[in-house]
């Protein structure tokens, strides 16, 4: 890999966006509807300040990896807090720093929006991107819950 650049979604990126979206989706063995897709694509390219936010990243040229995050309140806080919520790298990319790059990109567009809290979930079996996070988080004592469906 000669260069890796990570920039913003812009609108000619859908096709690749989708298809590193729907890799995400497999690994954590889910779908969504095309509904949700284009709606999701449609929330990304907004540019409403309380909306989702896509980084795409790629090396020569490529694109390799990707991932959305919010800005939203906190009750604990003054400032907003920011949650990563989706990152993904192509499975020839993985180990190759682009994981790291993206969410150090997450931090930095936390820090320019004066946002000192960026945080996350994974699931406990997400053994590689365990790894990546103990290096560049740190693991809290939450536990997950949410709606009986």
Not at 86 to 110: C, F, N, P, Q, W
Not at 135 to 149: A, M, S
């Amino acid at each position: 890999m000669d260069e890796l650049v990570i920039r913003p979604l812009e609108a000619s990126d859908e096709p690749e966006w989708r298809r590193l979206w729907t890799l995400y989706l497999e690994y954590y063995e889910s779908e969504v509807s095309e509904e949700v897709y284009q709606t999701t694509w449609q929330r990304l390219l907004s540019g409403l300040p309380n909306e989702y936010r896509g980084l795409m990243a790629f090396a020569d040229g490529r694109s390799v990896g990707l991932t959305h995050y919010l800005f939203h309140r906190h009750c604990w806080r003054i400032e907003n807090v920011c949650y990563l919520q989706d990152l993904v790298v192509d499975t020839e990319m993985r180990g190759k720093s682009v994981g790291r790059a993206l969410i150090e990109a997450v931090y930095a567009a936390a820090d320019a929006e004066g946002c000192p809290q960026v945080y996350w979930t994974t699931q406990h079996f997400n053994d590689a991107g365990r790894r990546l996070y103990d290096r560049v988080g740190e693991l809290t004592p939450f536990i997950k819950y949410q709606r009986q469906q």
